[in-house]
């Protein structure tokens, strides 16, 4: 097997390291996907209840992950299905549907997480936190089965996946009278492999913080080059080392704070995302090793786009390299399409070639992040780009793709080698001129 065989496989959130990369999304869908959407439609409209549904859980199984169970018993059809580190339980009968998620047990009512969940309760629109006979605290959701229809299933077990998924670490951390249940299907990175990513989330919060007080620039006149430097940062630990937990509400909490605070100016904003990141750097690797694991999941939280909003944001944001590239200030013109391309893969549902384009700029310009984690790729040997290489690399995944996107294509001349700020803006302009159009025409 080469090297380039074993970096692209079937699922671009994978190396042959065999590590997760990303968050995951559910968005472009196969075409059997879609087709068993519209029979569980169409089922449900016809009072076809177990076809309906059957089709709908066939729908939501993700068939190389194995995300979702179903089989029948005598309460009806009973299902399973995974989402992060929480496992979602339910059963659909004749009169109702049920569906609930172990978050915790609890070994004491503490007044503020009971009073916290139950802010929360007013917030969500089809689910409801309880507590059991065991006293475990559990989300629940339940309706008649009438009333049942394939779209309120869907965004009524979404909601309750994903808020299970990202509240349980956060509640265990914040409140010793939890304690967590019901994660013995996640996998654990290996010891080594932890050590490597908390190495490089320091390394990387370091780096940035010494070429922002290092550069020539005025960040007081362009504050945008320092904010430039420390969003890429926080989304290459999100996707690099895709942190669970209090890391991963720390990478959330400052790029909103970011887009959303209005009353800051920008340079207090950059004030802010520094504190934000020497507060990650300061993560013990004894507390960083517990929110490093690979899971199965069933919903994407990323929103629907166009593959064109995607693709003019990339072309939007690169035209802010050429003054960097003039300045030669290398370190902050790269950052601009690193952020640039993070940003879209953390924000934006994207098709998987998409994915493995960002994937694979990850891979080029993080190379010794890369094999240290156990990979063996040289796309840049003695700070020269491999001009062979990439372009090789690119062809792979066109044509891992080219049945179901037959339009993208790469000319050669899209691409500038001369040093890595310059093919860094290249690659990313490249991006947005691909075309990702469907032969299914989805």
């Not at 790269?334 to 993070?342: E, K, Q, R």
């Not at 080219?402 to 294509?409: A, E, M, Q, R, V």
């Given at each position: 097997?080469?090297?380039?065989?074993?970096?692209?496989?079937?699922?671009?959130?994978?190396?042959?390291?065999?590590?997760?990369?990303?968050?995951?999304?559910?968005?472009?869908?196969?075409?059997?996907?879609?087709?068993?959407?519209?029979?569980?439609?169409?089922?449900?409209?016809?009072?076809?209840?177990?076809?309906?549904?059957?089709?709908?859980?066939?729908?939501?199984?993700?068939?190389?992950?194995?995300?979702?169970?179903?089989?029948?018993?005598?309460?009806?059809?009973?299902?399973?299905?995974?989402?992060?580190?929480?496992?979602?339980?339910?059963?659909?009968?004749?009169?109702?549907?049920?569906?609930?998620?172990?978050?915790?047990?609890?070994?004491?009512?503490?007044?503020?997480?009971?009073?916290?969940?139950?802010?929360?309760?007013?917030?969500?629109?089809?689910?409801?936190?309880?507590?059991?006979?065991?006293?475990?605290?559990?989300?629940?959701?339940?309706?008649?089965?009438?009333?049942?229809?394939?779209?309120?299933?869907?965004?009524?077990?979404?909601?309750?996946?994903?808020?299970?998924?990202?509240?349980?670490?956060?509640?265990?951390?914040?409140?010793?009278?939890?304690?967590?249940?019901?994660?013995?299907?996640?996998?654990?990175?290996?010891?080594?492999?932890?050590?490597?990513?908390?190495?490089?989330?320091?390394?990387?919060?370091?780096?940035?913080?010494?070429?922002?007080?290092?550069?020539?620039?005025?960040?007081?006149?362009?504050?945008?080059?320092a904010s430039f430097l420390y969003l890429d940062t926080l989304y290459k630990i999100d996707y690099l080392i895709?942190?669970?937990?209090?890391?991963?509400?720390?990478?959330?909490?400052?790029?909103?704070?970011?887009?959303?605070?209005?009353?800051?100016?920008?340079?207090?904003?950059?004030?802010?995302l520094r504190k934000g990141l020497e507060e990650i750097a300061s993560i013990s690797f004894e507390d960083l090793?517990?929110?490093?694991?690979?899971?199965?999941?069933?919903?994407?939280?990323?929103?629907?786009?166009?593959?064109?909003?995607?693709?003019?944001?990339?072309?939007?944001?690169?035209?802010?390299?050429?003054?960097y590239i003039k300045q030669i200030e290398e370190d902050i013109a790269i950052s601009i399409a690193s952020y640039?391309?993070?940003?879209?893969?953390?924000?934006?549902?994207?098709?998987?070639?998409?994915?493995?384009?960002?994937?694979?700029?990850?891979?080029?310009?993080?190379?010794?992040?890369?094999?240290?984690?156990?990979?063996?790729?040289?796309?840049?040997?003695?700070?020269?780009?491999?001009?062979?290489?990439?372009?090789?690399?690119?062809?792979?995944?066109?044509?891992?793709?080219?049945?179901?996107?037959?339009?993208?294509?790469?000319?050669?001349?899209?691409?500038?080698?001369?040093?890595?700020?310059?093919?860094?803006?290249?690659?990313?302009?490249?991006?947005?001129?691909?075309?990702?159009?469907?032969?299914?025409?989805?």
């Amino acid at each position: 097997m080469t090297i380039l065989s074993k970096l692209f496989g079937k699922n671009n959130k994978k190396t042959n390291i065999n590590i997760q990369f990303g968050r995951f999304t559910d968005a472009y869908k196969h075409k059997d996907k879609y087709d068993a959407w519209e029979n569980s439609l169409e089922y449900f409209e016809s009072g076809k209840l177990t076809e309906a549904y059957t089709s709908f859980f066939q729908y939501l199984k993700d068939d190389e992950v194995d995300n979702v169970a179903l089989y029948q018993s005598e309460k009806g059809l009973e299902f399973e299905l995974f989402q992060g580190s929480k496992v979602i339980n339910g059963n659909i009968n004749n009169q109702r549907v049920y569906a609930e998620a172990k978050i915790a047990r609890s070994k004491g009512l503490h007044i503020g997480f009971l009073r916290k969940l139950l802010e929360e309760n007013y917030q969500l629109e089809y689910c409801r936190y309880a507590l059991d006979d065991d006293h475990q605290l559990t989300a629940i959701f339940t309706s008649y089965t009438v009333d049942a229809s394939p779209y309120k299933i869907y965004a009524a077990l979404k909601e309750l996946a994903t808020r299970v998924d990202y509240n349980d670490d956060l509640l265990v951390d914040e409140f010793s009278e939890l304690e967590p249940i019901h994660n013995g299907h996640i996998v654990q990175n290996t010891p080594d492999i932890k050590k490597v990513k908390h190495h490089y989330l320091k390394q990387e919060i370091k780096e940035a913080l010494q070429s922002i007080d290092n550069a020539e620039i005025d960040f007081a006149r362009y504050p945008g080059a320092a904010s430039f430097l420390y969003l890429d940062t926080l989304y290459k630990i999100d996707y690099l080392i895709k942190p669970e937990g209090h890391t991963m509400e720390l990478i959330q909490k400052y790029q909103n704070l970011y887009f959303n605070e209005r009353s800051y100016s920008p340079v207090e904003k950059n004030a802010e995302l520094r504190k934000g990141l020497e507060e990650i750097a300061s993560i013990s690797f004894e507390d960083l090793e517990y929110e490093l694991y690979d899971v199965k999941s069933t919903f994407g939280t990323a929103r629907s786009s166009s593959i064109d909003q995607a693709q003019e944001f990339i072309r939007s944001e690169i035209k802010n390299m050429d003054f960097y590239i003039k300045q030669i200030e290398e370190d902050i013109a790269i950052s601009i399409a690193s952020y640039t391309l993070g940003y879209i893969i953390h924000h934006y549902a994207l098709p998987v070639p998409f994915q493995k384009f960002i994937h694979l700029f990850y891979q080029i310009t993080e190379q010794d992040y890369f094999n240290a984690l156990g990979a063996n790729i040289d796309f840049i040997s003695e700070a020269k780009l491999s001009s062979r290489g990439i372009k090789k690399a690119i062809k792979i995944i066109i044509e891992q793709h080219d049945k179901l996107y037959p339009h993208i294509s790469l000319k050669g001349e899209d691409l500038n080698f001369d040093n890595k700020a310059v093919f860094c803006k290249t690659y990313a302009k490249m991006l947005s001129n691909l075309n990702f159009k469907r032969a299914d025409n989805r």
